[in-house]
């Protein structure tokens, strides 16, 4: 099993860009969750999907959006990227209590 | 929202020493995880703990749930310098849709 598989694991973006953030899970969780990680702000939810079909707002959703594909994948947009999104991404899958994650992407805007 | 203070924010310590570390809450929570983040790797998942009072181990790893339900503290005994990361709490209190809040981490630094 992979586990928790996210793409790209780098990418440096010019302001206004956009962009996709891939997750994919094999093993068979119904949540998702999408965090940002920046220094001295431990981690930040930004979206989750408690189940297919069904995506809500976390704590810094302004300026991302998602899309639960299936039950496996889980992505996240950047409309126009903007330097403050310069962060460390990762994704998370789960069941009612766990959450497992995945290796993240280092994500820099110019 | 829900506010975790993870104490303390760094630690520098020798190899085979005993470290504690501890997370407080401002509520009640149903269920208190620790996770542990090598450097540009993501968090993985060391101890989870679902009952007040209840205590666990994994390897050199100790955690307990606080009778509480508002605290959680993890001991590493015999440190390693493998041990070097950033140490993470989480928590889940009750109605929290899934969602977990985290503490900002304890960073450990293991001198050889």
């Known amino acids: 099993n992979a586990g928790v598989t996210q793409t790209p694991k780098f990418q440096v973006l010019k302001t206004g860009q956009s962009m996709t953030l891939q997750c994919a899970q094999d093993?068979?969780?119904?949540?998702m969750y999408w965090y940002r990680q920046d220094p001295g702000m431990g981690l930040r939810l930004i979206y989750y999907?408690?189940?297919?079909?069904?995506?809500d707002k976390g704590e810094v959703p302004n300026g991302y959006n998602v899309s639960r594909l299936n039950k496996r994948e889980f992505s996240l947009r950047l409309e126009s990227a903007a330097p403050s999104q310069t962060s460390v991404y990762f994704c998370?899958?789960?069941?009612?209590?766990?959450?497992?994650f995945g290796p993240g992407t280092r994500l820099t805007v110019l | 929202g829900q506010q975790l203070n993870q104490s303390p924010q760094s630690m520098f310590i020798q190899e085979g020493e005993d470290v504690s570390m501890n997370c407080t809450s401002s509520?009640?929570?149903?269920?208190w995880l620790w996770y542990k983040q090598d450097p540009g790797e993501g968090p993985v998942l060391l101890i989870a703990?679902?009952?007040?009072?209840e205590l666990t181990s994994n390897g050199r790893l100790t955690a307990q749930f606080g009778i509480t339900r508002k605290d959680s503290f993890l001991n590493i005994s015999a440190s390693i310098p493998s041990d070097v990361g950033i140490y993470f709490c989480?928590?889940?209190?009750?109605?929290?849709?899934?969602?977990?809040?985290f503490g900002k981490g304890t960073l450990l630094t293991v001198n050889p």
């Open positions: 998370a899958s789960g069941g009612n209590n766990e959450q497992f």
């Open positions: 093993m068979n969780h119904n949540s």
């Open positions: 999907s408690a189940s297919e079909g069904t995506t």
């Open positions: 509520s009640i929570f149903n269920t």
């Open positions: 703990l679902y009952k007040a009072g």
């Open positions: 989480a928590g889940r209190f009750g109605g929290s849709n899934y969602k977990l809040t």
